[in-house]
């Protein structure tokens, strides 16, 4: 509590001379509009969630970077496939660790505000190393930077969410979380349709390639200081929130205890595989897609880009409604399967036909999304409360590792046997999920588990329970 | 003997056929074209026993209904005869006096010529150079300020007896311009390493394009020549015999299957006729470096055919066994865009091609994709089956629902 307190101190003499350089806007509310400033009405908490969701656009920006430059990457630090993936792997090295600490750090060592300042730091400063290593042709420099940048990212989203809910518990919080995974999204599709044309655009100004793809990945940075901002920004309406209203700073509330490990159940370890066999399938795809798509299909450099962005499109809109949707009707295993059969036929579409790629890539995008609003809410049913952030922990932490491992296997496939068994491992990836989603059906059909209850029977269970 | 001959045609023209009556076509094929699964393959260098010693490898593949002659030379540009028979006897004979002559017409020929079922040209004509470094647009046409072609009969090439190997089935005709004013080639040559098969099978070098008995393969290497700019993109001129008044058709036959060469879709075909009748088939793809990774692969681009009713220079061979046949049609490979990465990284250029009759070979999935999809999509499937029964036949359990908090 007395660092705490340090922090909040600390924080007190540098935020508002920070904050007021960076933020006109906020400085020049209070003469304009009252309502603004005022912490306890909407019209300031709609401010607050508007820097909220800008504090995430730069690092989901950033992430993708490298898909959406691949074959410049690749021409102009001239590494192959296999390197190339190295990036996206040492983005989850750190986090594979940092998921069971993000949580612990924000609560305990930083404090919400320090802890975002900080984490967007990491975010600024590994992505501007990365773009130093394009600068001075040093590939290790670019995967450093990507190791840096990995560190922020993951707990950036943590603090992001903590925020979320410290400002907005009992008000508008689903919206707002829906909100800012929706901007999330908008990151990364930006970033998927931009870079490619900004990059041409440095390269007509004449420099060497590794120069061209430094300069292009520096001014991607930009989106990174604009976070930072954010950060800053927040760390003061919020210190002043706390001043003013008298409100406790955020907390995770996450408490993780690793011995917990060893008490879950069969169900939950059944989830951890869905879940890292799943999204196995997706990121590393969306990161070698852009290729893919101008190879296989024939599609120019800016269709290609469109399309592999259009997952995140999609997400954006039709998460909330696939949330309300699971919501409203329950059996979270059916919804899983659902969405795991469809982007089992989604990747095979993409390995045995030459069918224009928009069918299955809108079908990867609703299942993707069908997938993450069925699968998560799963964990809160089969473990206690007080194990669910070792549970949510772990969850994420494995599936960065998995993430990590199948970065290099894709890149080492497709470079020795080409896209058609990338696809097929992709499939095999996929099918395993299929496998445990059956088994988890099966498990909790013979266990007489909640997993698959309907709303209304959910509904009738709480009511029986409270009489 | 030195007479012109009539010019054959081999494979007369006839309406295309749907993929459908494949087999129906295999077994109304002529026997020369039918394909076989193996052949004994012998490499001779025929050599003139008056004169100083010339390229002309004869590649004899027999099979047990018809023989295969490939007729490889270097007499001039760099050219290929071939000539299928529907016998396993049917011989070449070499009229060097005929051949050597101003009119070689007549100076090669198959016996017995009644045998003969399909037979066609190729002639490596030229090899183009241009300068692409001011060339953002990649399907800009020249890609690049042109440089003086090299053409590729006035070049010396190497005795190919000493690279022949009889293991191996191949040898190399390694060439070099005699008028090399600035000593590009001073430590470079340009390469045509041609090889026959007994049998099918798969090269472990990419482009990893899938042969059988029935085809021969040549493999194009620019090594080690002092480009002329800074980003050299090559070309090279391909000749041909037309049928009758058409060029052959070219066809792109797009795949979804590239496990044997990785990110390239595409299978481009030339066929002298329909099916089945003789072809040269190659992937859209050179490499920059020997080891032909997918970092160092670029794309080759072909051009349309076009005809050249005097097409030059002329090659020797062709003469001599089609007589003064002028109905010839000719293309352009083009190796690499300026984007790169192209022959200025390591000097090095390679590309493949095959050239055989019948039904060209065609690529399948691998038996590992096979059975890794079996299993990705047969072990959920016997799971929910199994299971759904064991639930269905077995003892029903209810147990009462705890609340987690």
């Known amino acids: 509590m007395e660092e705490e307190d340090e922090e909040a101190r600390g924080l007190l003499a540098n935020g508002p001379d920070e904050t007021g350089r960076d933020t006109p806007a906020a400085l020049a509310a209070p003469e304009t509009l009252p309502a603004l400033c005022d912490p306890s009405r909407l019209a300031h908490r709609l401010l607050v969630l508007l820097l909220m969701c800008f504090l995430g656009f730069g690092s989901y920006f950033c992430y993708d970077n490298p898909a959406a430059l691949q074959t410049q990457v690749k021409r102009d630090m001239q590494v192959n496939t296999t390197k190339f993936m190295l990036l996206y792997a040492w983005y989850s090295w750190p986090n594979v660790v940092l998921c069971f600490f993000g949580g612990f750090l924000i609560d305990r060592v930083f404090g919400i505000r320090w802890g975002t300042i900080i984490f967007s730091c990491f975010i600024c400063i590994g992505q501007v190393v990365f773009a130093l290593g394009g600068i001075f042709n040093a590939y290790w420099l670019m995967e450093f930077g990507r190791f840096v940048f990995g560190i922020g990212g993951e707990s950036l989203a943590v603090a992001q969410n903590t925020y979320a809910v410290s400002w907005f518990k009992g008000k508008e919080l689903n919206l707002v979380f829906g909100l800012q995974l929706s901007m999330a999204r908008v990151g990364s599709t930006v970033n998927m349709n931009l870079m490619g044309w900004l990059y041409s655009k440095v390269e007509a100004l004449g420099s060497a390639g590794h120069t061209t793809l430094g300069i292009t990945l520096m001014i991607g940075a930009i989106t990174c200081i604009l976070s930072l901002i954010c950060a800053l920004a927040l760390a003061y309406l919020d210190q002043r929130a706390e001043r003013i209203l008298h409100k406790e700073q955020g907390k995770t509330g996450e408490v993780i205890k690793l011995t917990d490990v060893k008490d879950f159940s069969l169900p939950l370890w059944l989830i951890f595989i869905i879940c890292v066999c799943y999204y196995v399938a997706v990121f590393p795809f969306i990161g070698l897609g852009k290729v893919f798509f101008t190879e296989k299909f024939g599609f120019s450099s800016q269709a290609a880009g469109a399309i592999n962005s259009v997952v995140y499109v999609i997400s954006a809109p039709m998460s909330p409604i696939f949330g309300l949707l699971v919501d409203k009707t329950g059996k979270n295993i059916i919804w899983v399967l659902c969405a795991v059969v469809t982007t089992l036929a989604s990747h095979m579409l993409l390995a045995f036909t030459l069918w224009n790629p928009w069918i299955a890539m809108c079908l990867l995008g609703l299942s993707y999304s069908l997938l993450a609003c069925a699968l998560w809410p799963m964990v809160a049913f089969v473990v206690p409360e007080h194990q669910l952030g070792t549970a949510y922990g772990f969850m994420q932490s494995i599936q960065n590792l998995g993430l990590a491992i199948s970065s290099i296997i894709a890149g080492m496939i497709l470079d020795t046997r080409g896209y058609l068994f990338l696809e097929v491992f992709f499939i095999a990836c996929v099918s395993l999920s299929l496998l445990a989603v059956v088994f988890l059906y099966l498990v909790n059909r013979a266990q007489g588990g909640n997993l698959n209850y309907s709303a209304r029977q959910r509904e009738e269970i709480k009511v029986s329970h409270s009489e | ?405």
């Not at chain 2, 293309?331 to 000097?347: E, R, V």
């Open chain 2, 1 to 405: 003997m030195c007479s012109c001959e009539e010019p054959r045609r081999g494979w007369g023209r006839c309406a295309p056929s749907p993929m459908l009556l494949l087999s129906l076509l295999l077994s109304a094929a002529p026997l020369g074209l039918r394909g076989e699964d193996a052949r004994q393959v012998s490499l001779e260098v025929i050599p003139d026993p008056t004169g100083p010693p010339e390229n002309l490898l004869h590649i004899r593949a027999v099979g047990s209904n018809s023989t295969l002659h490939y007729v490889w030379s270097s007499l001039g540009p760099p050219a290929v005869v071939l000539v299928a028979t529907n016998t396993s006897h049917s011989t070449l004979s070499v009229n060097w006096s005929c051949l050597l002559s101003p009119e070689p017409a007549g100076g090669l020929v198959v016996h017995p010529e009644d045998s003969v079922q399909f037979s066609s040209a190729l002639v490596f004509t030229r090899l183009f150079e241009f300068d692409s470094t001011n060339t953002s647009d990649e399907a800009a046409e020249p890609p690049g300020k042109p440089y003086p072609p090299y053409s590729l009969a006035e070049w010396s090439w190497n005795n190919v007896t000493d690279s022949l190997d009889p293991a191996t089935l191949s040898t190399t005709f390694r060439g070099h311009p005699i008028h090399d004013p600035i000593g590009a080639f001073a430590n470079g040559s340009l390469a045509f390493r041609v090889q026959a098969f007994s049998g099918s099978g798969r090269p472990a070098q990419p482009p990893r394009l899938l042969h059988t008995a029935d085809t021969c393969q040549l493999e194009v290497a620019l090594v080690g020549a002092v480009p002329r700019g800074n980003r050299s993109l090559f070309r090279l001129e391909v000749a041909t015999l037309g049928q009758g008044p058409d060029c052959p058709s070219l066809r792109e036959h797009h795949s979804i299957d590239d496990e044997y060469a990785p990110a390239v879709f595409q299978l481009d075909q030339l066929l002298w006729g329909s099916l089945p009748s003789g072809f040269m088939q190659w992937r859209p793809v050179a490499f920059s470096q020997k080891q032909g990774g997918r970092e160092s692969s670029l794309p080759c681009q072909v051009s349309p055919l076009y005809p050249t009713l005097a097409y030059l220079p002329q090659s020797p061979i062709v003469r001599a066994f089609f007589g003064s046949q002028n109905n010839f049609c000719a293309f352009n490979l083009t190796f690499g865009t300026s984007a790169g990465p192209g022959y200025w990284d390591q000097h090095y250029l390679s590309w493949s091609m095959l050239l055989g009759v019948g039904f060209p070979p065609m690529d399948a999935l691998s038996p590992l994709v096979l059975g890794i999809m079996a299993v990705a999509l047969g072990a959920p499937g016997l799971v929910l089956l199994a299971g759904g029964l064991f639930l269905l036949l077995g003892p029903k359990r209810y147990s009462e629902y705890q609340p987690i908090n």
